[in-house]
């Protein structure tokens, strides 16, 4: 059934599975049965890297299965609303019922509609006071846990802190009380006990007749507050060396590996610089093990490292050095993101740029040097400057500067500043790109207690900034101003928000992160619905009001946060952290910060070697590959990206083009419509040293997903006709489910087809050459079928509709003359190509 919505979609290759390096288990034999929940839809959810760390973990536990599950695109929520259809998990097709627990990562506030929808959609009563021992257990983690009371009334337990930590323990109590058929209140006791895990149901608020909290009352002796958990040495759960791979694109298309978690800086907005202390590191040996065998088990062409402030990484200039040596030949692209000027040099930048070029981005957050102490983020111009001239200097294109409004003591002049900084790097002679987005005051940071902008006032400094901004050389982006508005008032939220977030939900707000999904009309109608003033909630905090999170500790003592507060307004710069340094009270001697041992690179191997006899060999492989089953819903491009990185795994030895990007020398046909299948696909691929054709057919099957497999493969001339041009006509078998009407050549069959926004009247019989129905049985395609794939007839069934035509017309517009059918009727025939013209094997 879910597989024939797809063609329906926009997206369908979100929905398929047969990703390479998931799970290999029997969920059938599962003891614990756990779904992670990513409230966002696949292209974003599989870019977090926690993902991988936690699927990996929680897969490699006894007795556990974990599957994911993802938010669905509206269009396929409409589709699974009509046809009665639960939501379930992508690799088994597990319904959300099914599952003993559902675990949902918390990383952006305006993702909490899609929570409910994903429960909703997979019958899962929303309130966790509707549950009972027959539902899964939902429990939620990550950044947004540690301020969760929005969600109090629909989740029954989150985790506080590193899931690496929590998680084992979570699941075994689960599976004790399991085992022991315990009642949902003596689960949620257990769970209480686990350190770092948060009941809210076992808390009761009480507020006053201005709206402030007057109590936060536990209703359980011992259970007064709830810690964060940290991991203090990650090198206990080493980094997945086999993390999934996509196959479609998703938003960070690339392999990511966590170096650093924490931060020494201390950035005064930072939510994520004090909820993740201390800084720990890992084994920079260790790391570039993982990285070698990832590269190797994954494809991927890019490598990212990632950290809170990467230039920071004690070990980073030698270890960049190092990877580049390993890497460079395979021309992988190395990029480092949130790098802070002033830590790094030009050795790095120049290493990075031997392979791509992959964006220098700076974050000043602030123009001004007043503003930049009071964030505690200085940043001097002339670091700015020498940045831009280095980064241009070594043939980068274009900056990025990211900066915020909005925080606290702003003036309009330091809204002001901003285009004028732009405008003086754009002077250097490059493009610079400005990013804008408004300050959100965050819990358990120095400016929880701060106002936040109202929408009047952030759309002033908006149009400030979009009359400054212009002109050659920039280019100006600012984050959606509703957006901002509605995450900072629930990054600050009580409980009573829930009774919005159910307005809301039941009004029809999901994906409200996006631009085009967010329904402005309908959070103010929720509002108005559920009585509360959502102004309330961007409001300036009393230093003695109780808040909601008053109770959850993230380590770093309210104290200290007080006292960045006053040196916030007063200017006042704080040193980074040290180890030993005491000030916060997130260190002991149990918890420091970790720094890695010096790291000594090894000797770069000589690019010497002995001499090969030379022999004649020819510099290109030509290869037919098939495409059927639920990867017809790939496109074009992301059937491209499996088999590059098919070829990767394989260790092809591939031929790249010079320039800025090193992309490999393969060519395919031409673009097959997403959701028909064929058996005559062809590639080219250019390679630097021979490698038998037979051996590339072996290797690629090995890697290639399911529905993907090569047929069988050539030598070829390194010059000749490109490959697209070759192909001048195609044949197809369509499934029939009623006998079509009769064809008549004799008379013109003119279609209206739709191309490039115009539309040109067509007759058909100008491009199909033959048509006739037949039985599956009396075809046989001339390149024979994969013996590992189905049989013909069921892909197509047993009476087939022949059609033999010329490039230029779409098969779906060529079906809905020659049937008529509509354009969603045709959409619902499997059709597969079986052979394209002249043969080329």
């Not at 206990?236 to 960070?252: E, M, T």
């Not at 791509?356 to 981005?361: V, Y």
């Not at 013909?792 to 517009?813: A, D, S, T």
Request: hydrophobic share 40%; proline share 7%.
């Amino acid at each position: 059934m879910w597989e024939g919505l797809l063609p329906f979609v926009r997206k369908p290759s979100s929905y398929i599975d047969g990703e390479l390096n998931t799970h290999r288990k029997d969920p059938t034999r599962a003891e614990v049965l756990f779904g992670f929940c990513f409230p966002e839809v696949y292209e974003i959810g599989m870019s977090y890297v926690g993902l991988q760390i936690l699927y990996h973990l929680l897969n490699s536990l006894e007795g556990v299965v974990c599957e994911r599950v993802f938010a669905p695109f509206p269009d396929m929520e409409a589709l699974m609303r009509k046809e009665g259809l639960p939501l379930v998990s992508l690799e088994s097709r597990i319904p959300l019922k099914e599952f003993d627990i559902l675990g949902f990562s918390l990383q952006y506030e305006l993702t909490y509609t899609n929570l409910l929808n994903i429960l909703d959609l997979g019958g899962i009563p929303l309130l966790s006071s509707q549950r009972d021992r027959d539902m899964p257990l939902v429990i939620a983690g990550g950044p947004g846990a540690m301020q969760p009371e929005p969600l109090a009334d629909f989740v029954d337990a989150f985790v506080l802190g590193e899931g690496e930590e929590v998680l084992p323990r979570l699941v075994e109590v689960y599976r004790s009380w399991k085992r022991d058929h315990g009642t949902k209140d003596e689960l949620l006791m257990a769970l209480s006990r686990i350190p770092g895990v948060y009941v809210p149901s076992f808390f009761r608020f009480r507020w006053d007749r201005q709206g402030l909290i007057e109590e936060i009352q536990p209703l359980h002796e011992g259970y007064g507050e709830v810690r964060r958990q940290v991991v203090g040495d990650l090198d206990r759960y080493p980094f997945p060396s086999s993390p999934i791979v996509p196959l479609c694109r998703v938003v960070h298309d690339r392999l990511s590996i966590e170096v650093v978690r924490g931060c020494l800086r201390g950035c005064r907005f930072c939510q994520a610089g004090f909820i993740y202390r201390p800084l720990r590191e890992r084994r920079p040996e260790e790391l570039l093990e993982v990285i070698e065998e990832a590269l190797h088990r994954t494809g991927y062409d890019e490598l990212s490292l990632l950290a809170l402030s990467i230039g920071d990484c004690s070990f980073l200039e030698p270890f960049v050095s190092q990877l580049i040596s390993r890497i460079d030949q395979r021309r992988i692209a190395l990029s480092l993101p949130s790098l802070r000027i002033g830590t790094v040099g030009e050795g790095i930048l120049r290493d990075i740029k031997r392979i791509r070029k992959t964006g220098i981005t700076v974050a000043p957050e602030a123009a001004t040097e007043r503003l930049q102490r009071v964030i505690n983020k200085v940043i001097p111009e002339e670091e700015i400057m020498r940045t831009a001239r280095m980064a241009f200097r070594e043939g980068w294109r274009h900056i990025k500067l990211y900066f915020m409004i909005g925080l606290p003591t702003e003036r309009l002049e330091d809204v002001r500043e901003i285009a004028s900084l732009a405008k003086r790097i754009s002077e250097i002679g490059g493009q610079v790109n400005v990013s804008v987005s408004t300050f959100v005051p965050k819990a358990h940071t120095p400016f929880q207690w701060e106002g936040m902008l109202s929408m009047e006032e952030i759309e002033e400094r908006h149009r400030i900034l979009k009359a400054e901004l212009k002109g050659k050389g920039l280019r100006f982006k600012w984050h959606n101003p509703k957006m901002s508005v509605l995450e900072g008032i629930f990054s600050r939220g009580d409980r009573r928000l829930g009774r919005v977030l159910m307005e809301a939900f039941k009004g029809g707000c999901r994906l409200d992160g996006w631009s085009e999904y967010l329904d402005w009309q309908k959070w103010q109608e929720a509002f108005w619905r559920a009585g509360i003033d959502p102004s309330f909630y961007l409001r300036e905090r009393d230093s003695g009001e109780i808040l909601p999170w008053g109770h959850l500790k993230s380590g770093v003592e309210e104290r200290y946060l007080l006292e960045e507060r006053q040196r916030a307004r007063a200017g006042q710069v704080t040193s980074p952290c040290k180890p030993g340094c005491r000030r916060c009270g997130c260190c002991s001697e149990q918890l420091e910060i970790r720094l890695s041992a010096p790291f000594v690179p090894e000797a770069s191997p000589s690019k010497g070697g002995r001499t090969l006899e030379r022999r004649p060999w020819v510099k290109k492989i030509r290869a037919k590959f098939y495409k059927i089953g639920p990867v017809r819903f790939l496109s074009h491009l992301e059937t491209v990206d499996v088999f590059i990185r098919a070829m990767r795994r394989a260790q092809i030895p591939m031929k790249f083009s010079e320039g800025f990007h090193h992309l490999p020398r393969a060519t395919f046909t031409q673009a097959l419509p997403v959701g028909i299948e064929s058996l005559c696909e062809y590639l080219d691929v250019e390679i630097s040293s021979y490698f038998p054709p037979e051996e590339f057919v072996r290797r690629m099957n090995r890697e290639l997903p399911r529905g993907l497999g090569v047929i069988d493969a050539k030598e070829m001339a390194y010059r000749g006709t490109a490959l697209p041009e070759l192909l001048q006509e195609d044949l197809y078998l369509v499934s029939l489910g009623v006998t079509p009407p009769p064809f008549q050549r004799e008379r013109p069959l003119y279609l209206e087809v739709r191309k490039g926004g115009k539309v040109k009247r067509v007759n058909l019989w100008d491009f199909v050459r033959e048509v006739r129905v037949i039985r599956v049985d009396q075809y046989h395609p001339a390149g024979g079928f994969p013996p590992e794939g189905p049989k013909l007839e069921e892909i197509v069934g047993e009476r087939v509709l022949l059609v033999r035509m010329k490039k230029g017309l779409r098969p779906y517009h060529a079906l809905q003359g020659l049937l008529g059918l509509s354009e969603r009727e045709v959409l619902t025939l499997r059709i597969l190509k079986v052979e394209s013209f002249p043969p080329l094997f």
